[in-house]
Protein backbone atom coordinates (compact mmCIF):
# COMPACT_ATOMS: atom_id res chain seq x y z
CA UNK A 1 0.00 0.00 0.00
CA UNK A 2 2.36 2.29 1.00
CA UNK A 3 4.19 2.22 -2.72
CA UNK A 4 0.74 2.45 -4.24
CA UNK A 5 0.85 5.71 -2.48
CA UNK A 6 3.79 6.87 -3.38
CA UNK A 7 3.09 6.31 -7.14
CA UNK A 8 0.04 8.19 -6.96
CA UNK A 9 1.40 11.12 -4.92
CA UNK A 10 3.96 11.25 -7.23
CA UNK A 11 1.76 11.25 -10.40
CA UNK A 12 -0.74 13.72 -9.11
CA UNK A 13 2.06 16.27 -7.93
CA UNK A 14 3.49 16.30 -11.43
CA UNK A 15 0.48 17.50 -13.01
CA UNK A 16 -1.16 20.29 -11.68
CA UNK A 17 -4.13 19.72 -13.95
CA UNK A 18 -5.27 16.86 -12.50
CA UNK A 19 -8.28 17.84 -9.56
CA UNK A 20 -9.36 15.09 -7.31
CA UNK A 21 -10.94 15.58 -3.90
CA UNK A 22 -9.58 12.88 -2.09
CA UNK A 23 -7.44 9.41 -2.50
CA UNK A 24 -9.71 6.79 -1.85
CA UNK A 25 -8.78 4.52 0.57
CA UNK A 26 -10.74 1.40 -1.12
CA UNK A 27 -7.53 -0.67 -2.47
CA UNK A 28 -9.36 -1.31 -5.58
CA UNK A 29 -10.56 2.42 -6.13
CA UNK A 30 -6.94 2.89 -5.35
CA UNK A 31 -5.55 0.68 -7.87
CA UNK A 32 -7.65 1.89 -10.75
CA UNK A 33 -6.42 6.07 -9.67
CA UNK A 34 -3.10 4.97 -9.96
CA UNK A 35 -3.64 2.80 -13.56
CA UNK A 36 -5.86 5.79 -14.60
CA UNK A 37 -3.12 8.36 -13.86
CA UNK A 38 -0.36 5.80 -15.89
CA UNK A 39 -2.96 5.88 -18.61
CA UNK A 40 -3.22 9.28 -19.24
CA UNK A 41 0.47 10.36 -18.39
CA UNK A 42 2.36 11.88 -21.47
CA UNK A 43 6.16 10.04 -22.28
CA UNK A 44 8.15 12.70 -20.74
CA UNK A 45 11.01 12.04 -18.38
CA UNK A 46 10.25 10.70 -14.35
CA UNK A 47 12.40 10.35 -11.83
CA UNK A 48 14.40 7.18 -11.28
CA UNK A 49 12.83 6.59 -7.35
CA UNK A 50 9.10 6.82 -9.15
CA UNK A 51 10.59 3.75 -11.76
CA UNK A 52 12.14 1.85 -8.99
CA UNK A 53 9.09 2.25 -6.93
CA UNK A 54 7.16 1.12 -9.68
CA UNK A 55 8.56 -1.47 -10.79
CA UNK A 56 8.71 -3.33 -7.49
CA UNK A 57 5.41 -2.76 -6.82
CA UNK A 58 4.74 -4.37 -10.04
CA UNK A 59 6.16 -6.76 -9.62
CA UNK A 60 4.84 -7.44 -6.07
CA UNK A 61 1.42 -7.65 -7.91
CA UNK A 62 2.26 -9.60 -10.93
CA UNK A 63 3.49 -12.31 -8.23
CA UNK A 64 -0.27 -12.66 -6.83
CA UNK A 65 -1.14 -13.28 -10.49
CA UNK A 66 -1.66 -16.97 -11.56
CA UNK A 67 1.63 -17.00 -14.37
CA UNK A 68 1.59 -19.63 -17.25
CA UNK A 69 4.80 -20.67 -19.21
CA UNK A 70 4.37 -21.41 -22.61
CA UNK A 71 5.85 -25.11 -21.94
CA UNK A 72 2.62 -25.92 -20.45
CA UNK A 73 0.62 -25.08 -23.62
CA UNK A 74 0.16 -28.05 -25.62
CA UNK A 75 0.40 -27.59 -29.63
CA UNK A 76 -3.32 -28.33 -31.44
CA UNK A 77 -3.92 -31.48 -32.74
CA UNK A 78 -4.51 -30.26 -35.98
CA UNK A 79 -1.15 -28.21 -36.63
CA UNK A 80 0.78 -30.01 -39.18
CA UNK A 81 3.60 -27.95 -38.72
CA UNK A 82 5.88 -29.73 -36.42
CA UNK A 83 3.58 -29.54 -33.63
CA UNK A 84 4.51 -25.39 -32.86
CA UNK A 85 1.05 -23.54 -33.38
CA UNK A 86 -0.78 -23.33 -30.38
CA UNK A 87 -4.41 -22.25 -28.98
CA UNK A 88 -4.39 -20.86 -25.43
CA UNK A 89 -7.25 -19.15 -24.04
CA UNK A 90 -5.90 -17.00 -21.24
CA UNK A 91 -4.58 -13.34 -20.32
CA UNK A 92 -1.47 -12.12 -22.46
CA UNK A 93 -0.62 -9.63 -19.82
CA UNK A 94 0.10 -12.84 -17.56
CA UNK A 95 2.15 -15.68 -20.04
CA UNK A 96 5.54 -16.13 -19.49
CA UNK A 97 7.24 -16.78 -22.41
CA UNK A 98 9.55 -14.80 -25.10
CA UNK A 99 7.46 -12.21 -27.10
CA UNK A 100 3.95 -11.41 -26.77
CA UNK A 101 2.30 -9.33 -29.78
CA UNK A 102 0.50 -5.91 -28.54
CA UNK A 103 -2.10 -4.87 -30.87
CA UNK A 104 -0.98 -0.99 -30.60
CA UNK A 105 -2.43 1.90 -31.76
CA UNK A 106 -0.70 4.21 -35.32
CA UNK A 107 0.60 6.23 -32.39
CA UNK A 108 2.35 3.57 -31.08
CA UNK A 109 2.08 5.32 -27.23
CA UNK A 110 -0.36 2.85 -25.67
CA UNK A 111 -3.84 3.48 -24.78
CA UNK A 112 -4.35 7.23 -23.00
CA UNK A 113 -8.12 6.24 -22.35
CA UNK A 114 -8.11 5.49 -18.64
CA UNK A 115 -8.66 1.36 -17.46
CA UNK A 116 -9.58 1.32 -21.06
CA UNK A 117 -10.09 -2.45 -21.80
CA UNK A 118 -8.22 -2.68 -25.02
CA UNK A 119 -5.00 -5.15 -24.81
CA UNK A 120 -3.26 -2.02 -25.29
CA UNK A 121 -3.95 -0.69 -22.35
CA UNK A 122 -3.37 -3.72 -20.40
CA UNK A 123 0.11 -4.45 -21.57
CA UNK A 124 0.97 -1.03 -20.71
CA UNK A 125 -0.18 -0.82 -17.83
CA UNK A 126 1.30 -3.62 -16.42
CA UNK A 127 4.71 -3.50 -18.11
CA UNK A 128 4.69 0.25 -16.18
CA UNK A 129 6.03 3.52 -17.48
CA UNK A 130 9.13 2.55 -18.74
CA UNK A 131 7.67 0.88 -21.54
CA UNK A 132 5.81 4.16 -22.80
CA UNK A 133 9.15 5.93 -22.67
CA UNK A 134 10.88 3.30 -25.04
CA UNK A 135 7.88 3.41 -27.56
CA UNK A 136 8.53 7.15 -27.52
CA UNK A 137 12.09 7.11 -28.52
CA UNK A 138 10.92 5.02 -31.15
CA UNK A 139 8.08 6.54 -32.53
CA UNK A 140 9.86 9.82 -32.46
CA UNK A 141 11.92 8.49 -35.60
CA UNK A 142 8.65 7.70 -36.93
CA UNK A 143 7.34 10.75 -36.64
CA UNK A 144 4.77 9.11 -34.12
CA UNK A 145 2.70 7.18 -36.80
CA UNK A 146 3.03 3.49 -37.01
CA UNK A 147 1.71 2.38 -40.98
CA UNK A 148 -0.70 -0.41 -40.63
CA UNK A 149 0.69 -3.41 -40.49
CA UNK A 150 4.33 -2.27 -39.23
CA UNK A 151 5.51 -3.66 -36.48
CA UNK A 152 8.22 -2.60 -33.91
CA UNK A 153 9.97 -4.24 -30.73
CA UNK A 154 10.77 -3.13 -27.55
CA UNK A 155 11.03 -4.81 -23.43
CA UNK A 156 8.99 -6.30 -21.75
CA UNK A 157 9.68 -5.02 -18.42
CA UNK A 158 7.63 -5.43 -15.50
CA UNK A 159 5.71 -8.34 -17.80
CA UNK A 160 6.48 -11.93 -17.87
CA UNK A 161 7.49 -12.02 -21.55
CA UNK A 162 10.91 -10.73 -22.47
CA UNK A 163 9.83 -8.66 -25.26
CA UNK A 164 6.99 -6.80 -26.58
CA UNK A 165 6.00 -6.65 -30.24
CA UNK A 166 3.61 -3.84 -31.14
CA UNK A 167 1.90 -3.71 -34.43
CA UNK A 168 -1.48 -1.44 -35.78
CA UNK A 169 -3.98 -3.90 -37.39
CA UNK A 170 -6.75 -2.42 -39.81
CA UNK A 171 -9.78 -0.16 -38.50
CA UNK A 172 -12.95 -1.62 -40.02
CA UNK A 173 -15.69 1.13 -41.07
CA UNK A 174 -17.65 -1.03 -43.36
CA UNK A 175 -17.15 -3.88 -45.67
CA UNK A 176 -13.40 -5.51 -45.29
CA UNK A 177 -11.54 -4.69 -48.53
CA UNK A 178 -8.51 -6.80 -49.44
CA UNK A 179 -6.05 -3.89 -48.48
CA UNK A 180 -7.21 -3.85 -45.36
CA UNK A 181 -6.87 -8.12 -45.27
CA UNK A 182 -3.47 -7.90 -46.62
CA UNK A 183 -2.99 -5.02 -43.78
CA UNK A 184 -3.86 -7.54 -41.00
CA UNK A 185 -1.79 -10.17 -42.67
CA UNK A 186 1.13 -8.20 -42.55
CA UNK A 187 1.22 -8.13 -38.80
CA UNK A 188 1.23 -11.40 -38.20
CA UNK A 189 4.03 -11.56 -41.04
CA UNK A 190 5.89 -8.56 -39.38
CA UNK A 191 5.72 -9.64 -36.50
CA UNK A 192 7.37 -13.05 -36.97
CA UNK A 193 10.42 -11.02 -39.05
CA UNK A 194 11.11 -8.89 -36.62
CA UNK A 195 10.77 -11.71 -33.82
CA UNK A 196 13.01 -14.24 -35.75
CA UNK A 197 15.50 -11.13 -36.11
CA UNK A 198 15.67 -10.71 -32.22
CA UNK A 199 16.14 -14.81 -32.14
CA UNK A 200 12.85 -14.99 -30.46
CA UNK A 201 11.72 -18.69 -30.38
CA UNK A 202 8.55 -18.61 -28.69
CA UNK A 203 5.69 -15.96 -29.73
CA UNK A 204 2.21 -15.13 -28.78
CA UNK A 205 -0.33 -13.29 -30.82
CA UNK A 206 -3.54 -11.74 -29.63
CA UNK A 207 -6.67 -11.41 -31.56
CA UNK A 208 -5.44 -8.10 -33.95
CA UNK A 209 -8.11 -5.95 -34.93
CA UNK A 210 -10.83 -7.94 -33.79
CA UNK A 211 -12.00 -5.97 -30.68
CA UNK A 212 -12.25 -2.06 -31.05
CA UNK A 213 -11.02 -2.40 -34.55
CA UNK A 214 -13.99 -4.22 -35.51
CA UNK A 215 -12.53 -6.58 -37.92
CA UNK A 216 -14.72 -9.71 -38.26
CA UNK A 217 -13.88 -11.99 -36.36
CA UNK A 218 -13.81 -15.19 -38.02
CA UNK A 219 -12.44 -13.74 -41.33
CA UNK A 220 -9.72 -12.40 -39.07
CA UNK A 221 -8.84 -15.88 -36.98
CA UNK A 222 -8.55 -17.78 -40.98
CA UNK A 223 -6.10 -14.77 -42.13
CA UNK A 224 -4.18 -15.02 -38.87
CA UNK A 225 -3.90 -18.76 -38.89
CA UNK A 226 -3.24 -18.90 -42.84
CA UNK A 227 -0.12 -16.17 -42.35
CA UNK A 228 1.78 -18.28 -39.00
CA UNK A 229 1.23 -21.39 -41.22
CA UNK A 230 2.69 -19.98 -44.80
CA UNK A 231 5.41 -18.12 -42.39
CA UNK A 232 6.02 -21.55 -40.93
CA UNK A 233 6.59 -23.82 -43.99
CA UNK A 234 9.43 -21.48 -45.07
CA UNK A 235 11.05 -20.66 -41.30
CA UNK A 236 9.71 -23.74 -39.37
CA UNK A 237 13.21 -24.20 -37.78
CA UNK A 238 12.96 -20.64 -36.40
CA UNK A 239 10.12 -21.00 -33.86
CA UNK A 240 9.27 -23.68 -30.95
CA UNK A 241 5.78 -22.13 -30.24
CA UNK A 242 3.53 -19.95 -32.26
CA UNK A 243 0.43 -18.71 -29.99
CA UNK A 244 -2.52 -17.95 -30.34
CA UNK A 245 -3.85 -16.25 -27.54
CA UNK A 246 -7.87 -15.74 -27.39
CA UNK A 247 -9.49 -13.87 -23.86
CA UNK A 248 -12.99 -15.29 -24.46
CA UNK A 249 -15.03 -18.51 -25.23
CA UNK A 250 -16.66 -17.02 -28.59
CA UNK A 251 -12.55 -16.80 -29.75
CA UNK A 252 -11.82 -19.72 -28.62
CA UNK A 253 -14.60 -21.91 -30.71
CA UNK A 254 -13.58 -19.61 -33.62
CA UNK A 255 -10.05 -20.83 -33.62
CA UNK A 256 -10.99 -24.06 -32.35
CA UNK A 257 -12.98 -24.60 -35.74
CA UNK A 258 -10.63 -22.79 -37.91
CA UNK A 259 -8.17 -24.82 -37.31
CA UNK A 260 -10.03 -27.87 -38.52
Known sequence: MEKLDFLIDY????????????????????????????????PKPISEEYLQKENEYLQEELKKKDITNVQSIEPIKESKKGNKICLWKGDITTLEIDAIVNAANSQGLGCFIPCHKCIDNQVNTFAGISLRLECNKIMKDKNYFLDTGEAF????????????????GPVIYTEVTRKEEEQLINCYINSL???MENGIRTIAFPCISTGEFKFPKDKASKLAIQAVKSFLEEHKDSFDKIVFNVY?????????????
Not at 17 to 39: A, F, H
Not at 248 to 260: A, H, M
Open 11 to 42: LLSENKNIKIDSIPQNITEKKNLYRSLCNIRE
Open 153 to 168: ITRGYNLPAKYIIHTV
Open 193 to 195: KLA
Open 248 to 260: GEEDYKIYERNFK
